[in-house]
């Protein structure tokens, strides 16, 4: 019996009293060191899960870039312009393509600066007030009056007015629907060549880094009661194309560095060109040479044995639907690799 008394006594003494408040007291030290490095948990579960990350899926606008977009150049009747040398006094596809860049969007830019909604579409209205500005002369009368949003897997944003409807979009996407192009104040069927020259000139654009939009519009029936749906998007006369450029963040190239150090593979998978996706990828350090780069139709087309084979390969995926990117998660999964996922636009999410 006193045996057994001091062997309690024991077991006692070695859990101190204080433990709770010691315990407590280092975790609070702990998250003020976290604090200092910008990382706050609120479950230390997620810690674990993500001391274990081997993969980053991330997406681009936003994410890795700064997402301010600035349009550096337009393209109609088949000429490259800085913003600065528009004239749309003279240009009637300039003309057009302004009046389509102020109705097709969201967006709101206040006298003050201030700007509301995606930073695609406000530098659309930027370019607008900057060509306004410097020609007060010119005045945009026509009305939106209906709108078919934008969607991740047509690509495509369509707007009418009383009597046009204007289409902007993926470049690629837009010119499978366009049957004419606006030379000057004409309008003439489009012909393979005239579609070379625009591929050719997106794929300079999106060489460079740049975002490209591609616009387009035909006229509205007099009888139209202005009600437009998908149906409408076809037949159209291709304007011409917006470049903008999105710079990527001052941090992303540093951070990807971090993760590789780390063991972490990092992938971009973004809704943008390939070519755009693939030049800042390789700016910040994901696309080394000997990756690979895919859009989402070849991703498509493969099956799970052929994405397997190539996974550890593809450092870039554009062009994607939201699908996409949960079929490219769960490869990563399958494979055993522990994946974290992020981003801000419409590809992050499943329908």
Request: aromatic share 4%.
């Amino acid at each position: 019996m006193q045996a057994l008394m001091v062997a309690v006594a024991l077991a006692v003494a070695a859990i101190p009293e204080a433990l709770n408040s010691i315990v407590t007291i280092v975790l609070s030290i702990a998250t003020q060191k976290m604090v200092k490095n910008h990382a706050i948990m609120k479950k230390l579960d997620a810690v674990e899960s993500l001391g274990c990350i081997s993969v980053i899926c991330s997406d681009k606008t936003g994410t890795l870039t700064q997402n301010k977009m600035t349009v550096m150049e337009v393209f109609t009747d088949m000429t490259p312009y800085t913003v600065e040398l528009m004239d749309a006094r003279t240009s009637y596809p300039q003309q057009i393509l302004l009046k389509a860049a102020k109705l097709n969007t969201n967006a709101v830019v206040n006298a003050d600066g201030s700007s509301i909604g995606d930073p695609t579409e406000i530098a659309l209205i930027d370019m607008f007030n900057q060509y306004q500005k410097a020609h007060p002369d010119f005045v945009i009368k026509a009305e939106r009056v209906e709108e078919v949003p934008f969607d991740s897997e047509r690509k495509l944003m369509s707007v009418s007015s009383r009597h046009h409807i204007y289409t902007k979009g993926a470049p690629d996407e837009l010119l499978k629907r366009c049957t004419s192009v606006l030379m000057g104040k004409e309008k003439r069927p489009i012909t393979e060549a005239d579609r070379d020259l625009i591929l050719t000139q997106n794929e300079q654009y999106a060489s460079q880094g740049l975002r490209v939009l591609g616009f387009a519009y035909k006229d509205l029936p007099e009888e139209a009661d202005h009600r437009i749906g998908l149906a409408d998007e076809q037949d159209l006369c291709f304007v011409g194309l917006v470049a903008e450029q999105d710079p990527p963040r001052e941090e992303s190239a540093a951070a990807v560095h971090t993760a590789r150090k780390a063991g972490i593979k990092p992938v971009m998978i973004t809704g943008d060109h390939v070519v755009t996706a693939r030049a800042i990828a390789k700016k910040i350090g994901i696309y080394q040479d000997g990756d690979l780069a895919i859009e989402g139709n070849d991703l498509a087309h493969m099956s799970d044995g052929e994405l397997a084979d190539k996974l550890d390969k593809i450092s870039v995926y554009a062009r994607v639907a939201p699908e996409h990117k949960i079929r490219i998660v769960k490869a990563w999964q399958e494979k055993g690799d522990i994946v974290a996922n992020t981003g801000t636009v419409s590809t992050d999410a499943p329908r």
